[in-house]
């Protein structure tokens, strides 16, 4: 079992390390959790695959993608709805399968929209709340999601969550890779089964939205 919990726990020591850092160069703190993601993910499932043949080793290529992307938003000051639209629909083709020909998109379609619509709304998670949107998926896919490793990835992108806490209110390029993270998680169980229980496992941790009671 703790063996299983270390890609986890790196990932959260990578990210608060990064965090805790952005103090001096803000940059190191944006790329924060998607740095702890990345590692995680990788150490998690062994390496990092170009061409990935089963549905979980799509997503630390994902990963990477998406951190290179708010990196390098960073440095060309792009305007952040471009930033937040392309991390959308990228994670939206990625998990479609990355189709290429008019046809593979035609059918791909609906998973495209439903995965960028996910990672659009999951851009509004942050700090706890995104803590709150990982643990509620970690804990929906280890008591009901289908076999493999998704229920250990979901709990690297949970440590490296907590992780980013150590640092200030995260951007919109912080967001970013937990955003398109979590929406390529939630997709994992309706692309493998399918079933209606896949469909809640899915938009479970969207329900980190709802509005807080206050006291």
């Known amino acids: 079992m703790m063996d299983q919990a270390m890609p986890a726990l790196f990932a959260l020591l990578v990210s608060a390390g990064l965090a805790l850092a952005g103090g001096r160069l803000a940059a190191l703190g944006a790329v924060a959790l998607g740095a ?3 590692v995680g993910w990788i150490w998690l499932l062994g390496g990092l695959s170009a061409s990935p043949r089963q549905l979980p080793e799509r997503l630390p ?4 993608a ?3 992307l708010a990196a390098l938003s ?8 471009l930033l937040a639209g392309l991390g959308a629909l990228g994670t939206g083709w990625w998990m479609g399968g990355a189709p290429r020909t008019g046809a593979d998109l035609a059918q791909a379609a609906p998973v495209m929209a439903l995965v ?9 998670l942050r700090g706890a709340r995104a803590v709150l949107a990982a643990a509620l998926l970690w804990a929906g896919l280890a008591l009901a999601g289908p076999p493999g490793p998704a229920a250990l990835l979901a ?10 806490l150590a640092g200030p209110r995260p951007g919109l390029a912080a967001v970013l890779p937990f955003a398109a993270a979590l929406a390529a998680l939630a997709a994992l169980p309706v692309l493998a089964r399918g079933t209606p229980l896949d469909w809640g496992l899915a938009l479970l ?3 980190a939205l709802l509005p807080w009671p206050r006291r």
């Open 116 to 124: 960028a619509l996910h990672a659009l709304l999951a851009l509004r």
């Open 74 to 81: 960073l440095w060309r000051r792009a305007p952040p709805w």
């Open 155 to 164: 709990l690297v992108l949970l440590g490296a969550s907590i992780g980013a």
């Open 205 to 207: 941790p969207l329900a």
């Open 36 to 38: 702890g993601l990345v």
């Open 66 to 68: 998406i951190l290179l």
């Open 61 to 64: 290529p994902l990963a990477l």
